[in-house]
């Protein structure tokens, strides 16, 4: 049992491994989009498209940041 535990958790932290530069640069598109959502001289249309955009990637994508 405890050579599987270990096997386990070594793939865990594999994984892990793999997905921080996803989950820092998802993190970092979402703090962009935001700024320019933020934007006082952002137009109407630009405003609405990424509005929608930091949406549908919160609702597909949360659980990643």
């Given amino acids: 049992m405890d050579k599987r535990m270990t096997h386990i958790e070594d ?4 994984q892990q491994q ?3 530069p996803i989950m820092r640069e ?9 700024k320019i959502i933020a934007n ?3 137009s109407p249309n630009d ?3 990424y ?6 990637i ?8």
């Fill in 11 to 14: 793939v865990q932290a594999k």
């Fill in 18 to 20: 793999h997905l921080d």
């Fill in 26 to 34: 998802g993190g970092k598109i979402l703090q962009e989009m935001e």
């Fill in 40 to 42: 006082p001289h952002i």
């Fill in 47 to 49: 405003k609405t498209r």
């Fill in 51 to 56: 509005e929608n955009g930091h949406q549908e």
């Fill in 58 to 65: 919160l609702t597909h994508y949360e659980y990643l940041f």
